[in-house]
Every structure is written in structure tokens, then in C-alpha cells.
């Protein structure tokens, strides 16, 4: 079974780092893209970041010079490091694969004083 | 960046009634590859999402039949042939042919 499991989420003061990690199984992560896509609170969802197998990596422009994706094959692991947070980055984090057809549970990220 | 309009954005339909979204896009989703890479998400309330269609019109794994996508260029559409109650949450298009892949607004469909 394909299964997507996130963790690293918290609550995190305005200028302060998080790091977020998938880690994945039941299929092989290294022949996938991996992205992460969150969902403010009462808002839609947002492509955040995306890297493929391999490793071009893409992100979205809020967040572009703020956050750096990464991946592990070797751990079957995605992972998210987030710097500089601002207010605006509150939202549930998800890990997906490839073009989202599979998605994690989430991972609340909190950024308020 | 390409931006994706749904409509309509609230969408109450009576249960064994059809339901249709549609999804326009800012430039044609064709990409160079020949692919149009449109697909549809569903998010039920305290859930992640879950992809339903993918490349315009194929059904992924475990999705009712019920649930078809069409649509070409910048128009798309999905359709529900009889609501169900477990049909109930927020639908999104999302394109990813253009980076930034981009989401629809979401449409929230419940129920009359």
C-alpha cells in the first residue's frame, strides 16, 4: 500500500525555521516526483514546491528563497526546510506524489507570536 | 501563472441528482509532450485530498463511475451523475502542464 506519512509541523514564531519530512513506502520513491502543497486555514490549496526524480527542483514564488526542498532515496524521504516564516505560511502542509495522485495526512504549521 | 476559474464556487444539489463544475483555464493546458495535464481533487471535510481524474478524463483507482471529467484547450468539466452523500466537500481543478501547477478556487458541494 502506498502510503505517504508527514511529520515536523508545530507552531513557530514570524522570522523562525521549521523542517517538515515525509517519509514515504509501499512503492519506490526514487522513480517519483515528490511536491509538497499546503492549505491556509479557509482558503484553497497551493502547489508549494516540487521535485522530480531527478532532482530539478521547482517552487512556488511565495515562498522561493524561503524554503528548500530535498529528498532522500535512500531513506525513502521527502523533506521541507522552511526559513523566514511569516503569518501567511499558516496552513496544513501535505507530501504528495507525483502528480498528487497520492497524499499524506498533513502536518499543521503554525507561524504566529 | 496560469490561472484556474471554477464555477460555480458553492454548488447545493439534491441527493441522486447530477452536479457538473467547470474549470477554465488563462492559457491552453496542451503541453509540448502532447499531454494536458488537468486534473480534479476532491476534499472532503477533515481530509486530504484526494485526486479523482486525472489528464482531463481518466478515472483514478477506486473512483465511482459515477464521477467523468471532459474538456479541452481551456474548458473542462466534471460531472457527477448522481450525488451521493459521500460526495459532499470541496472540488478543485488543478493544471500541471504551466509551472507553478495551479488550483482552482474549489468548488464546495453539499448537499440540499
Known amino acids: 500500500e502506498v502510503q505517504l506519512v508527514e511529520s515536523g509541523g508545530g507552531l513557530v514564531q514570524p522570522g523562525g525555521s521549521l523542517r517538515l519530512s515525509c517519509a514515504a513506502s509501499g512503492f519506490t520513491f526514487s522513480s517519483y516526483g515528490m511536491s509538497w502543497v499546503r492549505r491556509a486555514p479557509g482558503k484553497g490549496l497551493e502547489w508549494v514546491s516540487f521535485i522530480t526524480s531527478s532532482f530539478t527542483i521547482y517552487y512556488a514564488d511565495s515562498v522561493k528563497g524561503r524554503f528548500t526542498i530535498s529528498r532522500d532515496n535512500a531513506k525513502n524521504s521527502l523533506f521541507l526546510q522552511m526559513n523566514s516564516l511569516r503569518a501567511e505560511d499558516t496552513a496544513v502542509y501535505y507530501c504528495?506524489?507525483?502528480?498528487?495522485?497520492?497524499w499524506g495526512q498533513g502536518t499543521m504549521v503554525t507561524v504566529s507570536s | 501563472d496560469v490561472v484556474m476559474t471554477q464555477s460555480p464556487l458553492s454548488l447545493p444539489v439534491t441527493l441522486g441528482q447530477p452536479a457538473s463544475i467547470s474549470c477554465r483555464s488563462s492559457?491552453?493546458?496542451?503541453?509540448?509532450?502532447?499531454?494536458?495535464?488537468l486534473f480534479w481533487f476532491q476534499q472532503r471535510p477533515g481530509q486530504s485530498p484526494r485526486r479523482l481524474i486525472s489528464k482531463v478524463s481518466n478515472r483514478d483507482s477506486g473512483v465511482p463511475d459515477r464521477f467523468s471529467g471532459s474538456g479541452s484547450g481551456t474548458d473542462f468539466t466534471l460531472k457527477i451523475s448522481r450525488v451521493e452523500a459521500e460526495d459532499v466537500g470541496v472540488y478543485y481543478c488543478m493544471q500541471g502542464t504551466h509551472w507553478p501547477y495551479t488550483f482552482g478556487q474549489g468548488t464546495k458541494l453539499d448537499i440540499k
Open positions: 492559457q491552453s493546458l496542451v503541453h509540448s509532450d502532447g499531454n494536458t495535464y
Open positions: 504528495a506524489r507525483g502528480f498528487a495522485a497520492t
